[in-house]
């Protein structure tokens, strides 16, 4: 093979044959889109469908310049520079088949950290439409115990007090908002892309609690006149690996310093609630609807809730992909258990979704042996996930009276997990979870009181109240402590012997 081609704007036209590549004059394009948080899933998705909709030669208002806020962004920040913001998308597909596409819908990248300012000049351009968000849960900076705005953390005091230094993303959008406003130039879209229910709801929540405390002539003007969509968003994407990056440079014959890694679907529902105009991305396959609600329980707690179960299952056995826990029979059957058991039955109805062929490409899915993801990506942040993604099945089974003997060794399992952070044969577990200290005190209280795990409020809420759960979960947090070998467990609820 010939000596690798580095990824450029330049060398578009030198690319292998089979590389996809934008063809559409990128030196045109507008940044209608601010993006903060240039993480991998916001270029497997909405950049994709940018770029798509970009190449149909629909969109040339809707380029995107990448945010980062933390000196953390600023290695990817100086890596796409260089490749002129090109990166390629690696689509593996189950049967092994790959598809390399080169998206050039990011056209621009700043660093708030470094020059606020340019960050709040570029939202507050008439240029910009739309303002969206990857930060990750931890990144709406809730207050756990309230589920208000945190004005304890200290950025957002900084915040307070240093509109055009701010740290926190709701002090960039506040800034520029009130630019906006006073130049009389119409506000733009605030659109969370993060994997959360409700994220519109909650982004608006949390801008408007920060802006009242600030600015509250401001609050009133962001309550008339911004939009926050609510959207579900889905494509699993795992982190990037050195394997990637030499695959590209050593079996495709580029190089890029950053890839990107995804499967082949893709999904993206959002209500169509917008400022100031926004990209047909219908035309690429996106869905707009009135109400984005069933569709994202549905995904919430059939996919993401899967993975919880299939992440701290699967970790305590000894795995350490998604894919390697479904090529096991038993678990494969325990997630379908599930899923029909006790997910389904307390799920709203979902227009145009057939909920057993939904469950069975999700199967197909995480059965794909060509994305390994993780179970330490997957088990992130477990403390935030749980809540959302498997306790309210639990809750909304005990009021029915329906099954919950399969979500709830899910969470003896979690108790085990965080209470001695090894697999059943003693491999040291990778936990990472902001309140992982916490829940090792507590779960380390299991062998003196089954409960003590429970009592951690802003995780479980009352559960530790609700007796029909406490008298299930004492008795499997029992056995998996005498006996840690997770799949006998599983296998006898499968058989009904437990």
Same mark, same amino acid.
């Given at each position: 093979?010939?000596?690798?081609?580095?990824?450029?704007?330049?060398?578009?036209?030198?690319?292998?044959?089979?590389?996809?590549?934008?063809?559409?004059?990128?030196?045109?394009?507008?940044?209608?889109?601010?993006?903060?948080?240039?993480?991998?899933?916001?270029?497997?998705?909405?950049?994709?469908?940018?770029?798509?909709?970009?190449?149909?030669?629909?969109?040339?208002?809707?380029?995107?310049?990448?945010?980062?806020?933390?000196?953390?962004?600023?290695?990817?920040?100086?890596?796409?520079? *260089?490749?002129?913001?090109?990166?390629?998308?690696?689509?593996?597909?189950?049967?092994?088949?790959?598809?390399?596409?080169?998206?050039?819908?990011?056209?621009?990248?700043?660093?708030?950290?470094?020059?606020?300012? !340019?960050?709040?000049?570029?939202?507050?351009?008439?240029?910009?439409?739309?303002?969206?968000?990857?930060?990750?849960?931890?990144?709406?900076?809730?207050?756990?115990?309230?589920?208000?705005?945190?004005?304890?953390?200290?950025?957002?005091?900084?915040?307070?007090?240093?509109?055009?230094?701010?740290?926190?993303?709701?002090?960039?959008?506040?800034?520029?908002?009130?630019?906006?406003?006073?130049?009389?130039?119409?506000?733009?879209?605030?659109?969370?892309?993060?994997?959360?229910?409700?994220?519109?709801?909650?982004?608006?929540?949390?801008?408007?609690?920060?802006?009242?405390?600030?600015?509250?002539?401001?609050?009133?003007?962001?309550?008339?006149?911004?939009?926050?969509?609510?959207?579900?968003?889905?494509?699993?994407?795992?982190?990037?690996?050195?394997?990637?990056?030499?695959?590209?440079?050593?079996?495709?014959?580029?190089?890029?310093?950053?890839?990107?890694?995804?499967?082949?679907?893709?999904?993206?529902?959002?209500?169509?609630?917008?400022?100031?105009?926004?990209?047909?991305?219908?035309?690429?396959?996106?869905?707009?609807?009135?109400?984005?609600?069933?569709?994202?329980?549905?995904?919430?707690?059939?996919? *993401?809730?899967?993975?919880?179960?299939?992440?701290?299952?699967?970790?305590?056995?000894?795995?350490?992909?998604?894919?390697?826990?479904?090529?096991?029979?038993?678990?494969?059957?325990?997630?379908?258990?599930?899923?029909?058991?006790?997910?389904?039955?307390?799920?709203?109805?979902?227009?145009?979704?057939?909920?057993?062929?939904?469950?069975?490409?999700?199967?197909?899915?995480?059965?794909?042996?060509?994305?390994?993801?993780?179970?330490?990506?997957?088990?992130?942040?477990? !403390?935030?996930?749980?809540?959302?993604?498997?306790?309210?099945?639990?809750?909304?089974?005990?009021?029915?009276?329906?099954?919950?003997?399969?979500?709830?060794?899910?969470?003896?399992?979690?108790?085990?997990?965080?209470?001695?952070?090894?697999?059943?044969?003693?491999?040291?577990?990778?936990?990472?979870?902001?309140?992982?200290?916490?829940?090792?005190?507590?779960?380390?209280?299991?062998?003196?009181?089954?409960?003590?795990?429970?009592?951690?409020?802003?995780?479980?809420?009352?559960?530790?109240?609700?007796?029909?759960?406490?008298?299930?979960?004492?008795?499997?947090?029992?056995?998996?402590?005498?006996?840690?070998?997770?799949?006998?467990?599983?296998?006898?609820?499968?058989?009904?012997?437990?």
């Amino acid at each position: 093979m010939k000596d690798a081609i580095s990824l450029n704007q330049n060398n578009l036209h030198q690319l292998p044959d089979d590389v996809v590549y934008p063809e559409y004059n990128r030196s045109e394009l507008k940044t209608g889109i601010v993006h903060v948080g240039v993480g991998g899933f916001h270029r497997s998705h909405e950049a994709c469908y940018t770029d798509e909709l970009l190449g149909l030669g629909m969109g040339t208002d809707w380029g995107i310049c990448g945010v980062g806020v933390r000196a953390a962004d600023r290695k990817l920040r100086d890596i796409l520079k *260089n490749q002129d913001f090109l990166y390629t998308l690696i689509v593996k597909h189950t049967d092994g088949k790959i598809e390399n596409r080169v998206i050039g819908s990011l056209v621009d990248f700043l660093m708030g950290c470094d020059d606020p300012a !340019s960050v709040i000049d570029r939202m507050a351009s008439p240029e910009t439409k739309i303002v969206s968000l990857t930060i990750t849960e931890g990144g709406y900076n809730v207050d756990p115990a309230t589920g208000e705005f945190n004005f304890d953390n200290p950025d957002a005091k900084h915040d307070l007090n240093n509109p055009l230094q701010p740290k926190l993303v709701f002090g960039y959008l506040s800034s520029a908002l009130r630019k906006r406003r006073d130049a009389k130039i119409p506000a733009f879209t605030v659109q969370s892309c993060d994997n959360i229910q409700h994220n519109g709801d909650l982004t608006r929540k949390m801008l408007l609690g920060f802006v009242r405390e600030q600015d509250p002539e401001l609050a009133e003007w962001i309550e008339r006149e911004v939009c926050f969509p609510n959207a579900m968003v889905d494509r699993i994407t795992p982190v990037t690996t050195a394997a990637d990056m030499d695959y590209l440079k050593n079996q495709v014959g580029m190089r890029d310093g950053w890839p990107v890694t995804c499967e082949p679907f893709s999904q993206w529902v959002i209500e169509d609630k917008f400022s100031n105009g926004r990209p047909g991305w219908e035309a690429v396959g996106a869905q707009f609807v009135p109400d984005v609600t069933p569709y994202e329980k549905m995904k919430l707690r059939l996919l *993401n809730a899967g993975h919880t179960v299939l992440g701290i299952l699967g970790s305590i056995h000894g795995f350490e992909t998604i894919d390697e826990c479904v090529s096991d029979e038993l678990f494969a059957k325990y997630l379908r258990a599930f899923m029909d058991s006790e997910a389904t039955p307390v799920l709203d109805a979902v227009d145009g979704v057939d909920l057993d062929d939904y469950k069975d490409t999700l199967l197909e899915r995480f059965s794909n042996p060509n994305i390994k993801d993780n179970l330490a990506r997957i088990c992130l942040e477990s !403390s935030s996930k749980l809540p959302v993604f498997l306790i309210p099945t639990i809750t909304e089974n005990l009021k029915q009276g329906g099954s919950i003997k399969y979500a709830t060794l899910v969470i003896a399992a979690w108790c085990y997990y965080s209470d001695k952070g090894v697999s059943k044969d003693g491999e040291q577990l990778e936990i990472v979870d902001e309140m992982k200290d916490a829940l090792h005190r507590a779960a380390a209280g299991t062998s003196k009181e089954k409960l003590a795990f429970l009592k951690v409020e802003s995780v479980f809420g009352d559960l530790v109240q609700r007796k029909s759960f406490t008298d299930e979960y004492s008795r499997m947090v029992g056995k998996l402590y005498e006996n840690p070998d997770i799949t006998q467990h599983m296998q006898a609820l499968l058989n009904g012997r437990e």
